[in-house]
């Protein structure tokens, strides 16, 4: 697949990016004849789709981020925004939050706590001698991951069918929110995420070098992981306890977009949040209409469509799966 | 001297048969709703195994747990000898063939209708010796429903939204949608056609019900301003989910409940 000119590249993504939030407003299972278009009720469906396409674009291009930097700072192409435990520690949050608190409005919030804790741990446990290497990050990851979902699965298998359902409901996730204050929250924070990965862009490419080479070019390898580390974090662990977890994207669309513009992270970051706001706004619009009134998990589409398409771009541009 | 020992035999086996007289059968009931029947057909002294989250009757949490309706316990159903089994939903082809082999008589109870509920209590009667109380309660079941519709004859049917779960939001026909039909509503989710799906919120917009009933927990409280239900306040969250989603003999309870509120 040939490379295309980086900055046709973006503005291209962006046009497209632009039309999909249009269609994702205006596309939807209910419609609304056009004399009803003064109606209260015309305004809270508008309403709730905004909410949840701004959602839907910051989920993506969070998550696409997440993976940029993490691939980077790993140096691993299977690196992806729940590698270091996040989905798991906000999974148990919320499972425990639906089960022990059930407070409306809690779970959330101790999802998103869950997830924290969870990155805290995993980074104290992979800090060896002041340094973090990336194979005792991917390993303190693993490990963690591993104990959670075995605590996961011991509060499952412990509470009432009706709590069960709930749980797996909760996990499957869902991009619908009903209040403008998520939103701004998820907003804010991918936005100043991806301001923060942006800005450190040249350091992600020395980085992605080795540390060794990093450290030659005078960069400060530790801060910038631990910096790197803290605005990913974030920006998953509000993803995942709003959105649930959403398969594939983080690992995928990093992929892609290297194919099309290349290593660089200066162009690589910006082609990633833009690529992944593109593909899970597809998935979300198929994935509340297709089945009509009922609606598809989006992960289940993320990866049904995803994974071939993935396929298909790494088969034709014939080079190793990773550079 | 013959004699003497024939009639301690038959003495010996009258005992016996006494000493078994309140263990017709030995019942493994892997499903709540399927023990709450076996407790109003009285053969609650048969039960020897329930599922854990069989809570219903009182006497239900006395008995043998033996894991949950998806992951029974093989092990102590072994133990348990039992000679029937009911389930809920159909066990896995390995184990079903398993407990065959156990001798036990597996009978899955899972009405998709309140009047296919009542036929299965009805068949399970004739098969554990029980028509009178079953056909009992089948037909008090139906004679009530009758009444309910014959009051319900020219009013208007309210349009009516279940929530199962908020977020995602979740929603169910099947057995509940009847339930909501013969209570006298209109199940606006008739087309999600199964015991749970996820439905989209702005169709909940578009369809308008008048009424919506909450099962259990609910994390957020987020219905749109324009539903007729939040304009009028009617959104019902105090049903209890056991009495509201079971088929089981409580299912009348469900309805009547749900007629008053729909007509109120």
């Known amino acids: 697949m040939n490379r295309v000119k980086p900055i046709k590249f973006l503005i291209m993504m962006s046009l497209c990016l632009a039309g999909l939030i249009l269609a994702s407003v205006f596309i939807g299972p209910a419609r609304i004849p056009m004399n009803d278009i003064f109606e209260e009720r015309f305004f809270d469906i508008l309403k709730l789709r905004i909410l949840r396409t701004i959602l839907a674009v910051a989920a993506g291009a969070g998550l696409s981020l997440s993976g940029v930097a993490l691939q980077a700072i790993l140096r691993n192409p299977l690196a992806e925004p729940y590698i270091l435990g996040v989905s798991s520690g906000a999974g148990l949050g919320a499972v425990m939050g639906l089960l022990l608190l059930p407070i409306s409005g809690a779970v959330s919030v101790i999802a998103f706590i869950g997830g924290l804790i969870t990155i805290m741990v995993v980074y104290l446990l992979a800090r060896v001698d002041k340094r973090i290497l990336p194979e005792n990050l991917i390993i303190a990851g693993i490990l963690v991951n591993a104990l959670f979902s075995g605590l996961l699965m011991f509060f499952v298998s412990n509470s009432s069918s009706a709590k069960i359902h709930s749980v797996i409901w909760w996990l499957l996730g869902n991009l619908q929110v009903y209040s403008p204050g998520q939103v701004l929250i998820a907003g804010a924070v991918v936005s100043a995420g991806s301001f923060v990965v942006f800005i450190l862009s040249k350091e992600l490419n020395a980085i992605s070098l080795g540390e060794e080479e990093a450290l030659h070019l005078g960069v400060d390898i530790e801060k910038i992981k631990a910096a790197l580390i803290l605005a990913v974090t974030l920006i998953t662990s509000v993803i995942v306890s709003m959105c649930g977890i959403i398969g594939f994207v983080g690992l995928m669309v990093p992929h892609i977009a290297r194919r099309l513009v290349g290593p660089d992270h200066r162009i690589l970051v910006p082609a990633s949040i833009l690529t992944g706001g593109v593909f899970i706004l597809s998935c979300d619009i198929f994935a509340r209409t297709i089945m009509a009134p009922r609606e598809l998990p989006v992960g289940v589409i993320t990866t049904l469509l995803g994974v071939p398409f993935f396929i298909y771009v790494l088969k034709k541009s014939g080079k190793a799966y990773f550079k | ?264």
């Open chain 2, 1 to 264: 001297m013959k004699k003497i020992v024939t009639y301690v035999f038959i003495y010996v086996l009258f005992a016996a048969s006494a000493c078994f007289a309140g263990e017709e059968y030995r019942i493994v009931s892997l499903a709540p709703n399927a023990t709450e029947i076996l407790f109003s057909l009285d053969l609650g002294d048969s039960i020897v195994g329930v599922d854990e989250y069989s809570n219903f009757p009182e006497e239900a949490r006395e008995i043998q747990k033996v894991g949950s309706f998806d992951k029974p316990n093989m092990e102590m159903i072994t133990l348990l000898r039992p000679d029937i089994i009911l389930v809920n939903t159909d066990l896995e082809k390995d184990k079903a063939d398993y407990l065959g082999r156990l001798g036990a008589r597996v009978i899955k109870i899972s009405p998709k209708s309140v009047e296919g509920l009542c036929r299965d209590i009805e068949s399970l009667g004739s098969v554990l010796g029980r028509e009178t109380e079953a056909g009992f309660l089948a037909q008090d079941m139906r004679q009530r429903i009758r009444r309910i519709s014959e009051d319900n004859g020219g009013k208007t049917r309210p349009k009516v939204f279940l929530q199962l779960f908020d977020d995602p939001l979740v929603t169910g026909s099947s057995f509940m949608g009847d339930i909501i039909d013969l209570a006298g509503g209109d199940n606006i989710a008739r087309d999600v056609k199964d015991d749970a799906g996820i439905f989209s919120m702005e169709m909940l917009i578009d369809r308008n019900p008048d009424i919506i009933l909450v099962m259990g927990f609910s994390d957020k409280a987020g219905f749109p301003g324009s539903i007729n239900a939040v304009r009028n306040n009617r959104i019902y969250k105090d049903l209890n989910p056991d009495v509201f989603l079971r088929p089981g003999p409580r299912t009348i309870e469900a309805i009547e409940r749900l007629d008053r509120i729909f007509h109120e």
